[in-house]
């Protein structure tokens, strides 16, 4: 099974993608939490990737595929995985669909998180007391959910137009009530999933 979990900021989608990987029984790839390591390892991608993280921008293409197809072709991802954060542009989904297209898979379901803009922002103010995360700003949001809407929103058209199957899951409410959600949508396309 590979799956994407698509969302704006905010939308909790890392929250939910690791929730879900467990209960498809897939390793969770999820490319923020890969770059924030290698920020918080100083490495060469990285010192690249900081600034730009920082100030609410994409990190380039060519080094979030690099990453991610790294990721990808590790012996516990060969059977299946929950993409979160990843493809977060069309170039990125059409590198996706070729690498998965050379071992004879794709993408089979997309999980998309509906959040309204308001409740985006609360909630992001809100992790910014208690997480610290360095791009949670009044300024980085507003920048990621303009990026999202510009860049990431036609991800889903490009998946939407392949006849991918999209779950369009309402993100409010009780975190294992949107998980139960996620979980029963997912299970109504016949996918296999496990118990809690
Ligand atoms: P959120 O969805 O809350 O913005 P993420 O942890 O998914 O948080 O991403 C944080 C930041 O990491 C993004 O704003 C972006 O700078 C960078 N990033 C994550 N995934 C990608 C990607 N696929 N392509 C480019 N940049 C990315």
């Given at each position: 099974?590979?799956?994407?979990?698509?969302?704006?900021?905010?939308s909790?989608?890392g929250?939910?993608a690791?929730?879900?990987a467990?209960r498809?029984?897939v390793?969770?790839?999820a490319a923020?939490?890969?770059?924030?390591?290698?920020?918080?390892r100083?490495?060469?991608?990285g010192?690249?990737?900081?600034?730009?993280?920082?100030?609410?921008?994409?990190?380039?293409?060519?080094?979030?595929v690099?990453?991610?197809?790294?990721r990808?072709?590790?012996?516990?991802?060969?059977?299946g995985?929950?993409?979160?954060?990843?493809?977060?542009?069309?170039?990125?989904?059409?590198?996706?669909?070729?690498?998965?297209?050379?071992?004879?898979?794709?993408?089979?379901?997309?999980?998309?998180?509906?959040v309204?803009?308001?409740?985006?922002k609360a909630?992001?103010?809100?992790?910014?007391?208690t997480?610290?995360?360095?791009?949670?700003?009044?300024?980085?949001?507003?920048?990621?959910?303009m990026?999202y809407?510009?860049?990431t929103?036609?991800?889903?058209d490009?998946?939407?137009?392949?006849?991918?199957?999209i779950?369009?899951?309402?993100?409010?409410?009780?975190?294992?009530?949107?998980?139960?959600?996620i979980?029963?949508?997912?299970k109504h396309n016949?996918?296999?999933?496990?118990?809690s």
């Open positions: 099974m590979i799956a994407l979990m698509f969302g704006p900021p905010g909790g989608k929250t939910q690791s929730r879900v467990v498809l029984g390793p969770h790839v923020g939490d890969m770059l924030r390591d290698e920020v918080a100083d490495t060469a991608l010192r690249e990737a900081k600034p730009i993280m920082d100030s609410g921008g994409l990190v380039p293409d060519d080094l979030v690099r990453m991610i197809e790294g990808l072709g590790q012996p516990d991802a060969i059977s995985v929950l993409l979160d954060g990843f493809p977060r542009t069309v170039p990125q989904a059409v590198t996706l669909d070729a690498m998965l297209g050379r071992r004879d898979t794709n993408v089979d379901d997309v999980v998309s998180l509906e309204p803009d308001d409740e985006l909630r992001i103010l809100k992790r910014a007391t997480e610290g995360r360095s791009d949670d700003t009044a300024e980085g949001l507003a920048q990621r959910l990026v809407r510009q860049d929103a036609p991800v889903l490009h998946y939407r137009e392949a006849g991918t199957r779950e369009a899951i309402n993100g409010v409410g009780d975190i294992d009530a949107i998980t139960e959600r979980i029963e949508s997912l016949g996918a296999a999933v496990g118990n």
